[in-house]
């Protein structure tokens, strides 16, 4: 590993160990001749903390936000082609990245300056929600044995935390924290990383007695999830291979399906309404019924004649008449974007907790799904259909 290399892997390091404080880069040779330096510190928006980057010219400033992978990636570009200094200030470390006239890099590395990160307090920069030395996430490969998070898991690693971060402000905002024992369904379990994370996050950090099911179509990913689940001790996870729509109807406190596809979704949300859920959260994907039924009006038609555009004004249309009708059963609903597992790529996320809103409510809301039905020329979106029977 060369000098940029290792540099490169500080920054890293830093960013995933939240002990990243800034990074400037200097002595730039490109293109741009009013360019001096890159101020990069980070900042939280309401997205969450992205590095933000402060170009700074001679007689000008201009900024740009961009996600860890993408502000490494941009870092990475940069140096040893543009900017030939760089100085990386960590809570732990002061890493300087130097190259002489021959192009050739060295590092130092000296006690940090700083003892943390000097951020305005609007760019206050979160904890963790999860444990990266959590045994689970040793056997499903996020974590090396020494508790590391591996070099091509953050953005996994960083998926699981904002889901339980998600999580933890679900259930204050429900009656599920006053709960003592909780019964819990993940639809579509899959690899289970989520499912590992929220038994952990129920049982170990709100101290609740957890009867939580993990439902898979694929048996051998059900079968290595009811391994790691023993070996982490988790007794009171246990996962089934099935269908959504063939489990048994049971009673359960949360109800998660995170990417079931299409009306894999639909069936989720009639089972969670079937079960009296108090919170649901769902990430919905692949959303053929609508995009298939759907009849754009004669007034959009110069707008959404691109088949792109119509796919996704039929995926907003269908994910929006999800949350609606939900609305229409009871819950305070929630329509946003939630951190994807690959590349940090982004997927519509719905959550809802149970209020018992009024009967009124509800018929406002069925009025409004008719509404939006008639506008689009759709006869059902497929929920209407299975919830109604």
Do not use: W
Not at 92 to 101: A, C, F, Q, V
Not at 190 to 198: N, W
Not at 338 to 364: G, Q, W
């Amino acid at each position: 590993m060369n000098a940029k290399e290792q540099f490169i892997e500080y920054l890293k390091k830093s960013l995933v160990e939240s002990t990243f404080i800034k990074l400037t880069l200097g002595k730039y040779r490109g293109e741009k001749q009013d360019l001096e330096n890159i101020f990069i510190t980070p900042v939280n928006l309401s997205e969450g903390v992205k590095l933000s980057f402060r170009y700074k010219f001679r007689k000008k400033e201009a900024f740009k936000n961009f996600s860890f992978d993408e502000g490494v990636e941009m870092a990475d570009n940069l140096i040893g082609h543009e900017f030939f200094n760089a100085s990386l200030f960590t809570s732990k470390n002061d890493i300087s990245l130097e190259y002489n006239k021959k192009y050739e890099a060295r590092i130092y590395v000296k006690k940090s300056s700083m003892e943390s990160a000097e951020i305005k307090e609007h760019n206050r920069e979160k904890s963790r929600f999860i444990d990266a030395d959590s045994k689970y996430l040793k056997l499903t490969g996020i974590t090396n044995e020494n508790g590391k998070i591996k070099n091509d898991k953050y953005d996994k690693f960083r998926q699981i935390d904002k889901f339980i971060e998600i999580v933890d402000s679900l259930t204050k905002d429900s009656g599920i924290i006053e709960k003592t024992e909780l019964k819990v369904i993940d639809f579509g379990s899959g690899k289970s990383y989520l499912t590992f994370a929220l038994y952990d996050y129920l049982v170990n950090r709100l101290s609740k007695k957890c009867d939580i099911k993990g439902v898979e179509t694929r048996k051998e990913l059900a079968d290595l999830s009811n391994r790691i689940a023993d070996e982490s001790g988790f007794m009171g996870l246990m996962f089934f291979k099935g269908s959504i729509i063939d489990f048994p109807p049971v009673k359960a406190d949360i109800v998660t399906a995170l990417h079931a596809c299409d009306t894999a979704t639909d069936d989720a949300i009639a089972k969670a309404l079937e079960s009296g859920a108090e919170i649901i959260i769902l990430a919905p994907c692949c959303h053929k019924y609508v995009r298939k039924n759907i009849t754009i009006p004669a007034s959009l038609k110069s707008i959404f004649k691109h088949g792109i555009l119509e796919e996704h004004i039929s995926s907003f249309i269908t994910d929006g008449l999800r949350a609606l009708m939900l609305d229409a059963h009871g819950y305070k609903t929630k329509v946003f974007e939630f951190i994807s597992s690959e590349h940090t790529a982004k997927n519509i996320m719905i959550t809802a907790v149970k209020k018992n809103l009024s009967e009124k409510l509800r018929d406002e809301k069925l009025e409004e799904i008719n509404n939006i039905k008639s506008q689009f020329g759709l006869k059902d979106f497929y929920l209407d259909t299975i919830i109604n029977k």
